[in-house]
């Protein structure tokens, strides 16, 4: 089983930033499309930023100039750099992973980090 391991949610003031780390194992790190996505309460999960092995990346149009998405492929980390934040960007922040090992489609998820804008 692989594990994702999300990590630096937190509670911050409208106006601020947060960066989320999400820690891989190196093979998928290197492969994957890796991306993040989030869930508000009583709302679906939504795909907020991706990012490609080739380094191609794609953003929701809420998030778009304000958060940024990257990999570190020597530290097995993807990061979101969350700038500006709102109070509608309050959700559960999961990591995902998605790719092919020989014929077979995975997908895998962190357990989530938490992310509060309030003041």
């Known amino acids: 089983q692989v594990q994702l391991v999300e990590s630096g949610g937190g509670l911050v003031q409208p106006g601020g930033s947060l960066r989320l780390s999400c820690a891989a194992p190196?093979?998928?790190?290197?492969?994957?499309?890796m991306g993040w996505y989030r869930q508000a309460p009583g709302e679906q999960r939504e795909l907020v930023a991706v990012i490609t092995s080739g380094g191609t990346t794609n953003y929701a149009d809420s998030v778009k100039g304000r958060f940024t998405i990257s990999r570190d492929n020597a530290k097995n980390t993807v990061y979101l750099q969350m700038n500006s934040l709102k109070p509608e960007d309050t959700a559960v922040y999961y990591c995902?992973?998605?790719?092919?090992?020989?014929?077979?489609?995975?997908?895998?998820w962190g357990q989530g980090t938490q992310v509060i804008v309030s003041s």
């Open positions: 995902n992973a998605d790719g092919l090992v020989g014929p077979m489609q995975y997908d895998f």
């Open positions: 190196k093979r998928i790190i290197s492969t994957f499309v």
